[in-house]
């Protein structure tokens, strides 16, 4: 079956500095990616659509300059933590759909991000 | 917004027993996935079914679109089964809603 991956697993930075979560589709062309944000016992929120050689719709509340995310490519999509603060740690996960298929979607691993 | 729901919210079996975990929504959809959360947090998707039956190993998914309900059954519960299993369906567009989750714990 199709496999989603996401780079780093685990990442711990420090207040202020930017991290860079990588989502890629490894077999197949992925048009659009979501990515998903998981707060401590909670449920997965959509945070942002994004699409191929195109700007990122984000969902309300999610703020766009804080969480940069480009997809670049059919296979990589890439957010961007700026000015990490700590309240910005979580689970952030990512999936990815088919170009021939909007309910086939693919699940990456995830990556958990510590700011400290 | 497709509404998801899950039961029950937490759960512990003996190990060898039959579990079952269900999933109700509130918009129809054409497809419905089952995903397991490990502790450390990995996501690892288990099915994707749009109707009746799947089953991988010890682990069974059914759908009733027409009741909007899914159910996942695992039988002969192991502890390495201990997990948070989440159903996720479409909402509108591509994006998908994710239900709040069940916390299984098998003890041996």
């Known amino acids: 079956g199709a496999v989603v991956s996401q780079h780093p697993s685990r990442v711990i930075c420090k207040s202020g500095t930017s991290v860079k979560i990588e989502c890629r589709s490894l077999?197949?062309?992925?048009?659009?990616m979501f990515w998903y944000r998981q707060f401590p016992k909670k449920s997965l929120m959509l945070m942002a659509t994004?699409?191929?050689?195109?700007?990122?719709?984000?969902e309300q509340g999610v703020e766009k300059d804080k969480f940069l995310i480009n997809h670049a490519s059919l296979t990589l999509s890439t957010l961007t933590v700026t000015s990490a603060h700590p309240e910005d740690s979580s689970f952030y996960i990512c999936?990815?759909?088919?170009?021939?298929?909007?309910?086939?979607?693919?699940f990456g691993p995830g990556t958990r991000l510590t700011v400290t | 917004k497709n509404e998801v729901e899950q039961s029950p919210q937490n759960l512990t079996a003996q190990e060898g027993e039959f579990i079952t975990i269900n999933c109700s929504y509130s918009?129809?959809?054409?497809?419905l996935h089952w995903l397991q959360q490990h502790p450390g947090g990995g996501i690892v998707s288990l099915f994707m079914?749009?109707?009746g039956k799947k089953k991988h190993g010890r682990l069974i998914a059914t759908i009733n679109i027409q009741e909007k309900h899914s159910s996942l059954h695992i039988t002969a519960s192991h502890p390495r089964d201990s997990a948070v299993y989440i159903c996720?369906?479409?909402?509108?567009?591509?994006?998908?809603?994710f239900g709040p989750g069940t916390r299984l714990s098998v003890l041996p």
């Open positions: 077999d197949f062309q992925a048009t659009t």
């Open positions: 999936s990815a759909t088919t170009l021939d298929s909007s309910y086939e979607q693919y």
């Open positions: 079914l749009s109707s």
């Open positions: 996720a369906v479409p909402n509108y567009g591509q994006n998908f809603v």
């Open positions: 994004s699409n191929e050689g195109s700007k990122a719709t984000y």
């Open positions: 918009v129809g959809i054409s497809a």
